[in-house]
């Protein structure tokens, strides 16, 4: 079945440092999701990707999705304290007997420290 | 207020005892699905439901049941829980498929 791991499990940060987690797929994304889970919250989505190479912005987070649509990208510049959280990559099969399943990542625990 | 309510928020129960978490979403949201989450292992799909009447099992299904009766109504439910499932429990919902997911505020299990 369609497999997504997230790198790193963890990352340890000083503010101001920048922060990345890697998601890779097992088979081709017909799109991809990122998520962030607060301490002690739920996922809140952030961002869709859906086309091959394609890169959003929000503020200080660049999204990135690979040309062959199996690998992402989440980079934050500059952490701040209030990143702290849990990111979560999702992304559905493209087609195929997994119609209507999205796979969750691992998930990175991002911790700034002041 | 656009949201996914789950009830209750927190539940201690023993081994063997029927149990049901509630999932009720006011979008009108035809996709909805459950996630047990457990450290180091993200997010699982345990069931989804593409709209009423249609469930399928997600990755983790064993020792869980769903129903879709009504589109805005998805509870979960361990006929006889176990130790195993012990875990953070979340609802989501959405409006087409692939489209962003909204979570419920979760249900955290524990079962002794």
């Known amino acids: 079945g369609q497999q997504v791991m997230q790198i790193p499990q963890y990352q340890h940060v000083q503010e101001g440092e920048d922060f990345t987690t890697y998601c890779n797929s097992s088979t081709t994304l017909s799109n991809i999701q990122w998520y962030k889970q607060r301490p002690g919250g739920h996922p809140v989505f952030l961002i869709q990707l859906v086309k091959s190479g394609e890169v959003k912005k929000q503020k200080r987070l660049t999204f990135q999705f690979g040309e062959a649509k199996k690998n992402s990208s989440l980079h934050i510049t500059a952490t701040q304290t209030t990143d702290v959280g849990t990111y979560f990559c999702?992304?559905?099969?493209?087609?195929?007997?997994?119609?209507?399943?999205?796979?969750f990542g691992q998930g990175t625990i991002l911790t700034v420290h002041p | 207020e656009a949201q996914v309510t789950q009830n209750p928020r927190y539940l201690i129960t023993v081994t063997g005892k029927k149990l049901t978490v509630t999932c009720s979403q006011n979008m009108n949201h035809e996709y909805m699905s459950w996630y047990r989450q457990d450290p180091g292992l993200g997010l699982r799909q345990i069931y989804y439901?593409?709209?009423?009447?249609?469930?399928d099992k997600g990755d983790v299904p064993e020792g869980y049941k769903v129903s879709r009766k009504e589109k805005r109504n998805f509870p979960l439910i361990l006929e006889s829980p176990s130790p195993n499932q012990t875990s953070l429990y979340f609802c989501?919902?959405?409006?087409?498929?692939?489209?962003?997911?909204?979570f419920g505020n979760g249900t955290r299990l524990t079962v002794t």
């Open positions: 439901s593409m709209n009423v009447e249609v469930t």
């Open positions: 989501a919902s959405s409006g087409p498929t692939d489209a962003p997911l909204h």
């Open positions: 999702a992304g559905s099969n493209a087609g195929g007997t997994s119609y209507g399943k999205l796979t």
